[in-house]
C-alpha cells in the first residue's frame, strides 16, 4: 500500500505529460521550474526552438493545494486520475503562478466567454510544482506502435501530416486530404479529440473519416491517429506546438489550409507571410493549401485563387454551417459531404430513427426485386440518390 500523498490530475493534464514523456512535443521534456518557465514565458523560446508559453503542472483543487503548500524537495507524489494511480513525481519545487497571465499567453485574452478561457480557467489552480515524474498512458503508446507497424509495412520515406477535427469530414477536406496523398508516401491525419462535447463525437467523425480513406483513397496511405488537442494546443499559437507534435512523430511536412485561423497570414514587402516566419528552427516543412469551393459555374471544386468567377458563384466548406444541417438530421448536398460520409454520419448520430425501416425502404427505393435487410446506412445513400436523379428537373 502507497504512503505517498497523492496530487489529482485530470485526464487533459495526464495526455499532456505522457506528451512530454513520449518525446512528442520535444525540445520540451520535463515539467519547467520557476526561472525556466519565466524565461520562456518572456522570450517564447526553450532551447532555441519556439515555444509559446512555459509548460507547467498547477492542478487545482483544495487537496492539491493542501499538498503544494508543505511539500518538501524530494518527496514522491502519487498522479491520480479518475481514482486511479497513473504515475509518481519526485517534487524538485514548487513555486506561485498567475492564472490571468497564463491565459493570456495560451489565449491572447481572459475574456471569460472564449471557451478555452472558462475551460482552462476552470481546472487550473495557482501552485505550479516540477520535478522528474512518470506516467501511464495507453492511448499515445498505442499510437506510436500504430505509427511504427505502418511505417515498417509500407517502407514510407515521406511522411506528411495534417491536423483537423472534420466536425463534419466534407468534400474541401477531401479535397486538401487527396492532394497531399498524391505527393508523399503516406499521410498521417491526426484526427482532434477535444474535451469537451461540442460538435460530433470522437468515434463518429473517426468513422466518417475512416469511411472515405478505406473506399477512396490508395490502400496504406493514410494512417488516422486520435490526437488529443488538450489546453496547450487550443490556444491562438496552437499550430506551433502542431507542427512541433508532426516533427516530432516523424513528419516531414505539415499541411494546413490558407484560410486557418491560427495561420496569421498578411503581406510583408509583397510577400505573403505566416506565423511560421518568426518560428524558422521547427525542422519541418509547411504548406498551405488554397481554400477550396464549389463554383456553380465552373460545377466542380476550385481554388478561390484560380477560380476567375465572383463569389457569389461560390459555395464556401463552413463547417458550423454544415453541422446545423446534421444536427436537424438533414442530410447535406453532396457537393458538401459526400453521400457515404453524410450515410455515415446520420446513421450513427440518429440510431433507430424510422419505425419499420425496411417497409419505408421497400416503398421508396428501388431495388433488386430481393427481400434484404437494409440498414439505416443504406437508406440514407439510397435517399441521396433519390436526391440526384435530375430527369425531372
Same mark, same amino acid.
Given at each position: ?117 472558462? %475551460? ?52 474541401? %477536406? ?137 463569389? %457569389? ?81
Amino acid at each position: 500500500m502507497s504512503k505517498n500523498r497523492s496530487l489529482y490530475i485530470d485526464t487533459e493534464a495526464l495526455s499532456s505529460l505522457a506528451l512530454v514523456q513520449a518525446g512528442l512535443i520535444s525540445p520540451v521534456d520535463k515539467l519547467m521550474n520557476a526561472k525556466e518557465a519565466k524565461e520562456v514565458d518572456e522570450t517564447q523560446e526553450y532551447k532555441g526552438i519556439p515555444f509559446p508559453f512555459s509548460f507547467v503542472l498547477a492542478p487545482k483543487g483544495k487537496k492539491n493545494d493542501t499538498v503544494l503548500k508543505d511539500t518538501k524537495k524530494g518527496e514522491v507524489l502519487d498522479l491520480i486520475n479518475e481514482g486511479k494511480k497513473v504515475g509518481e513525481l519526485i517534487v524538485d519545487e514548487t513555486f506561485s503562478i498567475d492564472p490571468k497571465k497564463r491565459l493570456v499567453k495560451i489565449f491572447g485574452t481572459t475574456d471569460p466567454q472564449h471557451p478555452g478561457v472558462k %475551460h482552462t480557467r476552470s481546472r487550473l489552480g495557482e501552485i505550479a510544482v516540477c520535478g522528474e515524474y512518470t506516467v501511464t498512458y495507453p492511448l499515445i503508446d498505442d499510437t506510436l506502435k500504430r505509427l511504427e507497424s505502418m511505417i515498417n509495412k509500407t517502407g514510407a520515406k515521406r511522411i506528411s501530416s495534417m491536423m483537423i477535427a472534420a466536425n463534419p469530414l466534407n468534400r474541401a %477536406h477531401e479535397r486538401m486530404i487527396r492532394q497531399t496523398v498524391s505527393e508523399n508516401d503516406l499521410l498521417i491525419i491526426f484526427l482532434r479529440k477535444p474535451f469537451n462535447n461540442e460538435g460530433l463525437r470522437y468515434d463518429i467523425r473517426y468513422n466518417a473519416l475512416s469511411t472515405y480513406v478505406e473506399n477512396f483513397l490508395p490502400r496504406n496511405k493514410v494512417l488516422i491517429l486520435p490526437f488529443e488537442n488538450t489546453y496547450i494546443f487550443a490556444g491562438f499559437n496552437e499550430l506551433i506546438l502542431d507542427a512541433l507534435l508532426a516533427k516530432n512523430y516523424g513528419c516531414e511536412q505539415f499541411v494546413i489550409g490558407s484560410n486557418h485561423g491560427g495561420l496569421g497570414l498578411y503581406y510583408d514587402k509583397n510577400r505573403l507571410s505566416s506565423i511560421f516566419d518568426a518560428c524558422k528552427n521547427i525542422d519541418i516543412e509547411i504548406k498551405t493549401i488554397d481554400e477550396y469551393v464549389y463554383c456553380d459555374i465552373c460545377k466542380t471544386l476550385v481554388s478561390t485563387s484560380t477560380c476567375p468567377h465572383g463569389q %457569389h458563384h461560390h459555395v464556401h466548406y463552413h463547417s458550423d454551417s454544415i453541422m446545423k444541417l446534421i444536427q436537424s438530421g438533414l442530410v447535406p448536398p453532396p457537393i458538401l459531404v459526400r453521400k457515404e460520409v453524410s450515410a455515415n454520419i446520420l446513421a450513427s448520430l440518429f440510431p433507430d430513427r424510422f419505425d419499420h425501416l425496411q417497409e419505408l425502404h421497400y416503398s421508396l427505393m428501388p431495388g433488386s426485386g430481393l427481400l434484404e435487410q437494409q440498414s439505416e446506412e443504406q437508406f440514407y445513400l439510397k435517399l441521396t440518390e433519390l436526391y440526384q436523379t435530375s430527369s425531372l428537373t
